[in-house]
């Protein structure tokens, strides 16, 4: 069964300080990768996504993510992180097989201070 | 084009008291899925559906029954509400499996009293 793994549930960062947060998932093969973020009272939005192909991928919001096959990981990264980045953060695994289920981790509380 | 909307926002209910909750999707996507997220628990997939008239159980069915006889909605229903069912409940949908972006509705605030 596929299963995805956030480990840090809260993370704390001053403004303008780098972000890593941090996915690993179970999954027979690669499996469809995505990153989430929800800002509160909000439904979630989209960040990026990894198919295949290049495994650094760009998001939206100066978001990236790196695909690492052999460590199962596809952890989140944000050079200078702005107050507005405060919100909680979903890695999320989808199926390429007849299995259609789509899978969250846990989600990690990202805070900014000034 | 509204996208993915759930009816209602809010709603408090009393143990045992039944209620549906509608999701609306006007983008034609044939996959819907209902997930609940508790704190500490991101989201949980409680069922979902492959396209009209067909659906499935997800991680934590338990207490909840689902319909999709029409494309564009999803049902969720509770018979018998439990406390445990506190929740706030978001509907997704996406049009293929897998390689495409799942839109989400603003979600349902549950309180069981």
């Not at chain 1, 992180?81 to 999320?92: G, L, Q, R």
């Not at chain 2, 034609?28 to 991101?42: A, C, F, L, S």
Request: proline share 4%; with cysteine.
């Amino acid at each position: 069964a596929q299963s995805v793994t956030q480990p840090d549930i809260h993370i704390t960062v001053s403004e303008g300080a780098s972000l890593e947060l941090r996915c690993n998932y179970s999954y027979g093969a690669t499996p469809y990768l995505f990153w989430y973020v929800q800002s509160p009272g909000q439904g979630l939005q989209l960040l990026l996504k990894y198919f295949s192909g290049d495994t650094l991928v760009q998001g939206i919001k100066g978001f990236e993510a790196e695909f690492k096959r052999s460590q199962s990981s596809f952890n989140l990264r944000k050079p200078s992180v702005h107050w507005s980045d405060a919100a909680e953060y979903f890695c999320a695994v989808g199926p390429r097989s007849n299995d259609y289920k789509l899978s969250f981790g846990a989600g990690t509380t990202v805070t900014v201070r000034a | 084009n509204a996208g993915v909307t759930q009816t209602p926002k809010f709603r408090v209910l009393k143990t045992g008291q039944s209620m549906t909750l509608l999701c609306a999707q006007d983008m034609n996507h044939e996959y819907m899925y209902w997930y609940r997220q508790d704190p500490g628990m991101g989201l949980r997939l409680i069922h979902y559906s492959v396209g009209e008239g067909t659906t499935a159980k997800g991680e934590v069915p338990d207490g909840y029954n689902v319909s999709r006889l029409k494309k564009q909605n999803f049902l969720l229903g509770l018979e018998s509400a439990a406390p445990s069912q506190t929740s706030v409940y978001f509907c997704a949908s996406t049009p293929a499996v897998g390689n495409t972006e799942a839109f989400f509705g603003q979600g349902t605030r549950l309180t069981v009293v």
